[in-house]
């Protein structure tokens, strides 16, 4: 793509708050909108969204996905923000730096992942704090009330809506991810897109639970590729895309069928990247490959220093640490991997840009959708593409009373309660 281009796209595609946050960047940070058009218009195409716990992973994405000549998303989820080094406030920064000081050219959305909601005293609070990452150049956030009754989401999902631009990515969900259980149906999905057409809302993506979990995925069946088939073509009417999330543990097969077969156009990827950043000996799935003694198998000489995966290593059993939850080293370690020589700060970055890449260009159908994304931004002269469609249905049949007696008649299986964060 020529040099031209870029700078055309440059010029009219960033947003306000990544202007005004970055004003001398050559970062293309763009609404996740363009993100997902990009995808929709190449056809049989999703693209990564990689969770950037550790600064090396968004730098080895991002280097991937200049490699692939991708578009891509870079995301945090508001609970990982707790345990990680990278937070819903630092995380556009943090690209931005990237991107400048590798040249990546090929447009990327700042993504705040699972903004939870989880019951509905939590709605003023997210009306209060959703602007703030905006102010700081995020430009997509994903509402996630999907802990709460069908009515409540649904409500929850118009109330915080006026807290985030018109022109950003927005993702909306139903069903919690339990896996096999609870499995989200057409009804649901086709309930909550209804309601927010009628509220005049068109979100780009919807996430189900549609057979996934999240992090290490020991068991179960993984994503049902006809179930989201069939969700998708329920949803055809409302312009709603779909995300992925628990995409680790699920081998390179299925995630192509979704890609091919399915309305998804983003998927998430978390834990897969980290442990590969680490140098974790992983499977195809993504999945950690463990040793024996049920410890997780790194490999000498790949990923972090050996010396300092022994003290990861000595931290997380000083503080009872097993399995997923060596997510939480991310926060105390960062430090101690940048202050780490060149050669391994490399291999770490390197080791996820390798895999990054394998996705994007054999698996997601990604590639070569940097250059859609720049014609649709130069095209519409805009960094706000608009909604995929407009509102047509009747907002008097989605008052909040007929929101109540509209869920009152879903009759779906939840499955159990419990804690199923990312």
């Known amino acids: 793509m020529p040099q031209n281009t870029f700078k055309k796209a440059l010029s009219v595609g960033r947003p306000p708050n990544v202007v005004q946050n970055f004003p001398n960047s050559d970062a293309l940070i763009v609404s996740g909108k363009v993100i997902d058009r990009a995808m929709i218009q190449k056809g049989g195409a999703m693209t990564i969204a990689a969770n950037g716990r550790n600064i090396f992973i968004i730098e080895g994405a991002l280097r991937a996905a200049q490699k692939a000549n991708a578009a891509i998303i870079i995301e945090i989820a ?11 406030w630092n995380i556009a920064r943090r690209v931005d730096y990237l991107c400048n ?3 990546i050219t090929i447009p990327v959305a700042v993504h705040a992942d699972h903004y939870f909601m989880k019951k509905w005293d939590d ?3 997210a009306k209060a704090e959703i602007p703030s990452l905006f102010d700081t150049g995020v430009t997509s956030i994903a509402l996630d009330a999907s802990h709460m009754t069908d009515d409540l989401n649904l409500l929850a999902n118009i109330e915080v809506s006026p807290s985030i631009p018109s022109w950003a990515g927005y993702e909306t969900e ?3 991810i339990k896996g096999s259980f609870g499995l989200s149906t057409p009804v649901e999905a086709t309930y909550l897109c209804q309601g927010l057409n009628a509220h005049g809302l068109c979100p780009d993506w919807i996430a189900l639970n549609n057979g996934t979990t999240h992090g290490i995925e020991a068991s179960g069946t993984g994503i049902q590729v006809d179930l989201t088939t069939e969700v998708h073509k329920a949803l055809a009417p409302y312009g709603t895309s779909g995300a992925q999330h628990g995409t680790s543990g699920n ?12 309305h998804t156009t983003k998927a998430n990827v978390a834990t897969a990247l980290q442990m590969i950043s680490w140098g974790v000996r992983v499977n195809d799935f993504g999945n950690a490959i463990m ?6 198998d790194k490999v000498p000489g790949e990923g972090v220093d050996d010396a300092i995966w022994d003290e990861m290593v000595a931290y997380a059993d000083a503080h009872k640490m097993s399995g997923g939850d060596y997510k939480k080293l991310n926060l105390p370690f960062e430090r101690r991997w940048q202050g780490q020589g060149k050669a391994v700060r490399e291999r770490m970055a390197g080791a996820v840009k390798d895999f990054v890449h394998h996705l994007l260009v054999d698996v997601f159908n990604a590639a070569d959708t940097a250059p859609i994304a720049y014609e649709l931004l130069i095209k519409a002269g805009s960094h706000d593409l608009g909604p995929k469609v407009q509102p ?3 907002v008097a049949e989605w008052t909040e009373e ?3 007696a509209r869920a009152a008649q879903i009759n779906t299986d939840k499955g159990p309660k419990g804690d199923f964060d990312d």
């Open 78 to 88: 508001r609970s990982e923000a707790t345990y990680c080094p990278t937070t819903l």
């Open 291 to 296: 040793t024996e003694d049920g410890r997780f």
């Open 101 to 103: 000081k590798l040249n």
């Open 123 to 125: 709605v003023a609070e």
């Open 392 to 394: 047509f249905e009747d």
């Open 251 to 262: 081998d390179s097969a299925r995630l192509a069928e979704i890609a091919a077969h399915t």
């Open 174 to 176: 139903i069903g919690e």
């Open 402 to 404: 007929k929101i109540k």
